[in-house]
Structures are given as structure tokens and as C-alpha cells.
């Protein structure tokens, strides 16, 4: 797709097209590329459970519409997107070396650059291109740093796939689009063959996935008291113990901050799809994701944008800070102004931000690196977050793929100094993050890309479903406050599983940051 505007075809779409209830007016762009509007009424959470069943189903979902002028805040999730049965895929599994992600790095800018065109003028920014999970772990190799031991469910450290046909929905107009690119067919009449091919097989869908994501595995690590379902990799003195210990790294210098973590899980062959259903209902968020790693699905309510870039401007929007959201209005706007307030929250933020401003200083001008937004506040079903905002232009020479090798793992879910805040974090909590503070989102084919962080999110798969819920230590620290605010983080994941019959009741004590143990 070469051109940017699109073009009826002389035929119409029709005559290459088989109808479906799905589609309205279609057009053609001149180098073969099909674009087709969907109905009126169609949304991509249908779409979605239309597609889940094919290879490497991906669903980028604004699950949280944001309010008009509240906080004054820029709308941060517009735009949806589906896609599935990629053409193209790199995985790198567990185990894998810095070699071989820099090999799949390398393979990725490739096909970028073969296949880079503009996008079409007056729909939603992802309009085909690479799209996946970086892990945890694949910013470790990238730091020169090994893993801990594997976690299980098994999820690769790279996850990277060419999706030639998408489901691009715009919340704001409510309206949608299937886009079919036709690639890697070369000319516009077998392109537009291969478009219209391609998007007659994503609508057919595939069979539905059988609530088969079943093994032999069982959860490692400590019953909770309350939830004996539900097993921590740290039980509560565990925990303790490990904050404190991060506590005397950065009162013995080696850090200024880390950030420390607890992975909870459960037995279960709940279907994926039925757990992201869940999941966007109850603790919704405007960095949704669903995707089909393999033999695990990721299911996220992230809260937080990682990365993102438009026109040669990179984007980071770091979170540190969090206070329970109340349901008492009047104690609740107590706890922001709290939040707002608090030294310690706000610390933490700014030596983040300092460190982000470091990764994008090693691949944008120096002069254009930029502070938008200072620990503005941001609230969600249960939390709320000081969020900043750290932008900058990009060198002449440099892509999105430079930025964000630059910025993994990201510095609001490691610490400062990063590459000796990872190195404390491994000896600390002992196991693989896996897709934990790695990021999942898309690489368009005109040079841009958003990807949230993997934060708040569900990884299911082998017969469990797990998560993580950590945060920030500092020398100002209390270890059971920390552990407190890692259960708050908690609490709209658990209430998932509870919706659907796996976590047992949450405990009034939880308010109180006391009822998990």
C-alpha cells in the first residue's frame, strides 16, 4: 500500500469481496490494499470472539473509555484493534540468547522497511504491520542480563507477528474498518486477489478454542490464609523480608529504587476469552490486550502506556505512585489529594522520569527530550496513579525498534540504576517475570507503534492462571505498607477470578491491606 488515499476500484470491491453482514462500502487503494467499513453497530469486542480462535489472536482493546475533561487529562484509548493468523512470525522461547533477539530485532526492521507505506488518510493509526509481546526477560537479554528460572505458564521472551488483515475501530466516531493489505504480494492485481483472500478467511473465524488450556501444573509457592485457592510466590514475611532487603540496597547505595514484586496464581482451565470478557467488565482499563502467545494467553488491564510513536515523536508514560480508590467519595478525594501530596509518591516518580529521559536521550536529539506531564493524577476502577508524561524526537536514522530496545524493561517496573535494579530484582524474587513488565502492542507499517505495559495482567496457560502485583522501594519504604499497596494492586484482578468462580470471596480485610496473607 503505497498510496495513501484510498481509491474506489474499478470493479468495486464487490465483485472480489463476497458480501457478509459484516461489511459495508469498500474501497481500494491503487497498490492493491482492500478497506472495507464495517456496519453499523459492529464493535470489536465481536469481532474479537469472532477471531479469538485463530493462530496468535490479538486484540488491542480500549476496554475504559475516558470521560470527557476529567482531569484535564488527553484521551489516552481512542482506537481498537483485532487482529489474527498472522502471515509472518518470530518467537524467540525462553532460554533464548541475546543473539537470537537481536536476530529477531534485525528480521523485524527488515520487514518494516520492505513493506513501509503511509497509512490511509482518516482511519485509526494501525492499519496492518508487526504485532506482539516483548517480555520481561527479552529486557534482560537486551541488558546482558540472565533470567531466574523459567515460570511457568511457559510464554516465549519474543513474540512478533506480521498481521496483514485488521479490525481498526475509532471510539470517538463509532465506527469501524476492516483493513486487508494484500502483503507480501507484490502489484496491485495480486494484492488485491491476496486482500480480498485473506479478509474472506478472517471473518469466516475459526472453531471455537475448547476450554482446553488444561495441564498437569500446579501452582507453586504459599496458600494465602483467606483464599487457600490462591498461592504467592511470597507469603507475607517472605515479602516483608524482601522489601526490606531492597531497602538496604538503596540505603547501602547500590540504588536509588526498586521495584519488587509478588506472583499469585491458580489452578484452572478457565477459557482465555471468557477470562478477558471478565476481566474488561470488572477492572477495565485503556491499555486492554488480549493475544495468543502459543501456549499461554495474555489477558491485561494495563493501565499504562510504555511506548508510543507517531511522526518521529516517542512517547513514555511512567506510573509510580498509588492510593486505593475509596468508595467513600469524601475519603476518596482525601486519598488522591494524599497521593498528590506525598514526598515518597512523588520521588519515586521523578527519579523515573529522570530515567526514562536517559533511555530516550540515547535515541532522540537530546535538546527535543521533554517532561509533558509532571505526576498528574490518573484514577481506575480501584486505583489511582501519579502519571508522567517524557517525550522526544528521534535522531535522523533511528526507528520506533531503536526506541524502544533503548527503553526495555521499562524503568517504572525496574528502579534506578536499572541495570543494577534488574540484577536485585532477579536475586530478590527469585523466579522469571515472564510477560510481567514486558510490553504487548503494534509496529505500524508507516513507522509508528503503541505498546502498553504489561502490568495488571493474567497469564493463562498449562492448567494455571497467574499475575503479579507489585511496586516502587525506596529508603523512605515501610515494608508492610508496600505489601499493603501490592494487594490493593491486586484486588481488581482477584475480583476477576472471583467472577468467574476460581478465587473464592474477597475478604472485607483486603480494604485494609490485612486480609491476604
Not at 469501524?176 to 493489505?181: A, L, R, T, V
Not at 496464581?265 to 478477558?276: F, T, W
Not at 502506556?305 to 492510593?323: C, D, E, N, S, Y
Not at 508522567?388 to 521499562?410: F, K, N, T, Y
Amino acid at each position: 500500500m503505497h498510496d495513501a488515499t484510498p481509491q474506489p476500484q474499478a470493479e468495486g470491491t464487490s465483485a472480489i469481496v463476497p458480501p457478509h453482514p459484516w461489511f459495508g462500502h469498500g474501497l481500494a487503494t491503487a497498490s492493491g490494499a482492500i478497506v472495507i467499513e464495517a456496519t453499523a453497530g459492529l464493535d470489536p469486542l465481536e469481532v474479537f470472539q469472532h477471531a479469538a480462535a485463530l493462530p496468535h489472536a490479538m486484540f488491542l482493546d480500549s476496554a475504559i473509555i475516558d470521560k470527557e475533561g476529567a482531569e484535564a487529562i488527553p484521551r489516552l484509548s481512542r482506537w481498537s484493534f483485532v487482529a489474527a493468523d498472522p502471515v509472518h512470525s518470530m518467537c524467540v522461547e525462553p532460554g533464548g540468547t541475546a543473539a537470537e533477539i537481536a536476530d529477531a530485532f534485525a528480521r523485524a526492521r527488515a520487514i518494516l522497511a520492505d513493506l513501509a507505506c503511509p497509512t490511509i488518510p482518516g482511519l485509526p493509526p494501525f492499519q496492518g504491520g508487526l504485532a506482539g509481546l516483548l517480555s520481561y526477560d527479552c529486557g534482560l537479554a537486551r541488558l546482558g542480563l540472565a533470567s531466574p528460572q523459567t515460570s511457568t505458564p511457559v510464554v516465549p521472551l519474543l513474540s512478533l507477528h506480521l498481521y496483514d488483515v485488521v479490525f481498526a475501530y475509532d471510539h470517538d466516531l463509532g465506527r469501524g474498518w476492516f483493513i486487508s493489505q494484500g502483503v507480501p504480494a507484490r502489484g496491485p492485481t495480486s494484492r488485491r486477489r491476496r486482500a480480498a483472500d485473506r479478509l474472506e478467511a478472517f471473518v469466516a473465524g475459526g472453531q471455537k478454542i475448547p476450554v482446553a488450556m488444561r495441564g498437569s501444573l500446579k501452582p507453586s509457592g504459599t496458600s494465602l490464609p483467606s483464599r487457600p485457592a490462591i498461592h504467592t510466590s511470597h507469603a507475607r514475611d517472605h515479602y516483608l523480608a524482601m522489601v526490606q532487603a531492597g531497602i538496604e540496597f538503596v540505603r547501602a547505595g547500590d540504588i536509588f529504587q526498586v521495584n519488587l514484586a509478588q506472583r499469585l496464581s491458580v489452578a484452572s482451565d478457565v477459557d482465555p476469552v471468557a477470562l478477558h470478557l471478565a476481566a474488561r467488565r470488572i477492572n477495565p482499563a485503556p491499555f486492554a490486550a488480549f493475544f495468543d502467545a502459543g501456549d499461554a494467553r495474555i489477558v491485561s488491564m494495563s493501565p499504562e502506556r510504555f511506548l508510543q510513536a507517531a511522526r518521529g515523536t516517542v512517547r513514555m508514560h511512567p506510573i509510580k505512585g498509588t492510593r486505593r480508590v475509596i468508595e467513600n467519595p469524601e475519603a476518596d478525594l482525601f486519598a488522591g489529594a494524599d497521593l498528590e501530596a506525598s514526598d515518597k509518591d512523588r520521588a519515586e516518580n521523578v527519579m523515573i522520569v529522570d530515567l526514562v529521559r536517559n533511555d530516550l536521550a540515547r535515541v532522540c536529539r537530546p535538546e527535543t527530550v521533554r517532561v509533558e506531564a509532571l505526576c498528574r493524577l490518573e484514577r481506575y476502577r480501584y486505583v489511582q496513579h501519579l502519571v508522567s508524561v517524557v517525550a522526544g524526537r528521534l535522531r535522523p536514522g533511528l526507528g520506533v525498534l531503536d526506541a524502544i530496545e533503548a527503553a526495555i524493561p521499562g524503568g517504572s517496573v525496574t528502579g534506578a540504576p536499572k541495570h543494577r535494579a534488574c540484577e536485585i530484582i532477579s536475586q530478590l524474587e527469585g523466579v522469571a517475570r515472564g510477560p510481567y513488565c514486558g510490553c504487548l502492542g503494534y509496529l505500524g507499517l508507516d513507522g509508528s507503534a503503541d505498546f502498553n505495559l504489561l502490568i495488571r495482567t493474567f497469564v493463562a496457560g498449562d492448567g494455571i492462571v497467574s499475575f503479579s502485583a507489585g511496586g516502587g522501594i525506596t529508603a523512605a519504604s515501610d515494608p508492610a505498607a508496600e505489601y499493603a499497596e501490592s494487594l490493593h494492586k491486586a484486588e481488581g484482578m482477584l475480583r476477576v477470578l472471583d467472577a468467574l468462580g476460581i478465587g473464592g470471596e474477597v475478604k472485607s480485610q483486603l480494604a485494609e491491606g490485612g486480609g491476604i496473607q
